[in-house]
């Protein structure tokens, strides 16, 4: 499978960009479900130390990931790819997504590490439908809603500049204060009240999160303006953190 993937130069239009590879344990097929649910969560907590800045990466690429399918593992080829696909299906990339962690400041890397841990765990929404994997939905729901709370604990703990120090504490009480929303997803057992309760979660984020990030960002000297996400990318812009 990974030997089928053809090499370019980042220079070049690609259809894709590789940053990271891993084998899954020897033993049985898990089946296709569990194969995909372990290299989603391997690829998608790795996202951030290879392009630390989810604002700049958004706008370009979404992630992809390539898992070992039963005919692999049955010829002992358990190995998976994480990759970054273009935004838009169809379209290609040009340069590399890398960036050079070594190039922020301590204020810019507490940040970021925070905010990617949380990024993360919002891209790790399920990949089925409501519908079919109502439990795995409200896990999310839970799962969102710790990191929101160690984003928020994060964000207290450092010792920020001046002028940034009253945004990041504004910050971490909104994300306290969003948080609740997001449990509230666990508890829910009806597929249509599950669906209303994360659109409140999502537009409670957007109204009462989204500026002071924007703002903390500005005063950190970080990208800005939001990206512009695509329909295919989750989270969408205005829930990056």
Known sequence: MVADIDEASCEDPHDGEVYGRFDLPAGAFPGDGEVVAVVDKWCTERMSSYSPDAWKLYGRARLNFYPPSEEDWARGERGAVCAFAPAEYGDQLTGSLRQDGNALDRHQ????????QLNAALARVPLDDV???????????????G???????DLRDHKWEEEAAPLAAE??????????????LAMLE???????QWAVAEQTVADDVAGTVAALRTQLKLSTPRPVTT???YPQSPLLF
């Open 171 to 184: 910050l971490a009480e909104a994300a306290d204060g969003v948080r609740g929303e997001w449990e509230k």
């Open 190 to 196: 009806d597929v249509d009240e599950f669906c209303d």
């Open 231 to 233: 329909e295919y990318q």
């Open 131 to 145: 519908e079919e994997t109502l439990v795995h939905h409200q896990e999310w729901g839970s799962y969102v809603a």
């Open 109 to 116: 890397r507490t940040y970021l590490d925070a905010a990617g």
């Open 147 to 153: 990191y929101l709370g160690l984003f928020a604990q």
